[in-house]
């Protein structure tokens, strides 16, 4: 028989035993497992069977078909693949529930003009942003994460970083070079296309000095544009941890397994605009705790270090990091050096030297200073 599904908007199209098995194998791919085609064409096969008994003569609603491949799945003793599929479909749900709110414009318009904090100081650009980020914000927070994930959010126990955004977190581009003005705007514009269309930050590496680096930081102001010598990854998700009891690192993954994934799924739908480095990224978990809990490596997730130091302790704190850090296994490890009072250039660069020198494998020192009194 030839099957005629319904889909959720009353459209109605041929069934495609093929989108089944494409189903069923990204369920198994997201928990990194291997198939057999053989294997998937018997599950899709007995997906068809168990909503047979459902069909409205040769009609079947979208809904009802992927009823049945959850039953199949965990009938099957697939019982992880079909959370996962369960996962899946309530993602696709909630970006569908996301596009809906965005429509309704109107009533998000007048709640920014009604909103007495912006009296006196309203503007078409920072109403659009301050909605933007509002309705961003509500679509993760209420209708992805899970409610054990909100409340560890509230709590502070870790954040996930550009929460306000459907961007990735961090973009790398290599750079040679700028050894001309037209070769700096040049770079320049290809950072500020990046920022506005795929990624909240942007990471320039470079392997050796080059001309108007301070002009393209002064340009990017705030943390957007960051350098570094040594090799480095686009990351699409990054969790910051400040605790280290409990679950906590067990939520900070879920948190960002969940974002990842629906990242991927909008970078596929051409949410990113000839972008395709946010599918092959890594996730990131950064341990801003005290100290470092030990941890296992989980596949598609980098371990990262960062933490900031006190200036005028900077070498025993150092020792200190480098004792407990010892064999726990960190991609990246960073450090923030705070003085109180302005700092003087050279000397800060013959300390950033002595550093790099001393502790070779830490990848980027930043000096900072704040202002006393």
């Not at 581009?173 to 920022?195: C, W, Y």
Request: with cysteine; proline share 2%.
């Amino acid at each position: 028989m030839k099957y005629i599904v319904e889909k959720r908007d009353g459209a109605l199209v041929d069934f495609q035993i093929e989108k089944i098995c494409s189903v069923i194998k990204k369920a198994f791919g997201s928990l990194h497992k291997e198939w057999d085609d053989s294997v998937i064409e018997l599950l899709a096969l007995r997906v068809t069977a168990d909503f047979d008994s459902k069909r409205d003569g040769n009609r079947i609603h979208v809904e009802q078909i992927q009823d049945s491949v959850e039953k199949v799945l965990s009938e099957s003793g697939y019982t992880e693949v079909s959370k996962a599929y369960i996962l899946y479909r309530k993602q696709r749900e909630n970006v569908r529930r996301l596009v809906t709110k965005m429509q309704d414009h109107s009533s998000l318009i007048a709640s920014y003009l009604s909103d007495e904090r912006h009296h006196g100081t309203w503007s078409n650009a920072e109403m659009i942003r301050e909605i933007s980020a509002d309705l961003i914000r509500s679509f993760w927070n209420d209708e992805i994460y899970d409610e054990e994930i909100r409340n560890a959010l509230k709590e502070g126990q870790f954040r996930i970083c550009e929460p306000d955004s459907l961007l990735m977190y961090e973009k790398t581009i290599p750079v040679a070079g700028t050894d001309s003005f037209s070769q700096m705007l040049d770079l320049i514009r290809t950072i500020d296309q990046a920022l506005r269309n795929c990624a909240g930050r942007i990471c320039l590496q470079t392997k050796k000095p080059f001309r108007y680096k301070e002009e393209i930081a002064a340009f990017f102001k705030g943390s957007a544009v960051r350098f570094a010598e040594k090799e480095t990854k686009n990351v699409c998700v990054r969790a910051e941890v400040f605790r280290e009891e409990g679950n906590t690192l067990e939520l900070a993954h879920r948190a960002v397994q969940v974002r990842r994934q629906v990242l991927v799924q909008l970078a596929q739908a051409g949410f990113f605009p000839h972008e395709s480095s946010l599918c092959g990224s890594a996730a990131e978990i950064c341990f801003c705790t005290d100290h470092v809990p030990a941890f296992e490596k989980q596949p598609g997730f980098a371990y990262t270090r960062t933490k900031a130091l006190n200036g005028s302790q900077v070498f025993d704190q150092l020792d200190h990091e480098m004792e407990q850090l010892q064999g726990k296994e960190l991609d990246r490890i960073a450090y923030e050096i705070q003085f109180e009072g302005q700092a003087q250039k050279a000397a800060a660069e013959v300390l950033l030297q002595t550093l790099y020198s001393q502790y070779p494998f830490v990848n980027e020192f930043v000096i900072t200073t704040k202002q006393t009194g």
